[in-house]
């Protein structure tokens, strides 16, 4: 089952990215396109479009967690804690 991003406006959606050697992210939307999401780290930054499978709903616990492993170079729970994030519900269509 998927996660929803509720009333929020996409602009202000926050999102877990999945970035180079599973880093976790948190990220803005700023925009949907095919197959992928536009972020930005900040509401006036610059944006970045990653991969739609990149991205994530947002959950404090679950990105501690995977911070925590990502800083610890534990491959293996990064793994197992990506593998229970939830893509954002309506964000891709």
């Known amino acids: 089952m998927e996660a929803s991003i509720g ?52 959950d404090e616990a679950l990105y501690a967690g995977l911070r925590k492993a990502y800083q610890a170079g534990d491959s293996a729970t990064l793994y197992a804690l990506w593998a229970n994030a939830q893509h954002p519900v309506g964000l891709f269509r």
């Open 7 to 58: 009333n929020k406006a996409k602009g202000q959606s926050a999102v877990l990215a999945r970035a180079f050697e599973d880093e976790p992210v948190r990220m803005l939307v700023v925009g949907t396109g095919p197959g992928y999401v536009e972020v930005s780290r900040s509401a006036n930054g610059p944006t970045i479009g990653f991969p739609a499978a990149f991205v994530y709903e947002f």
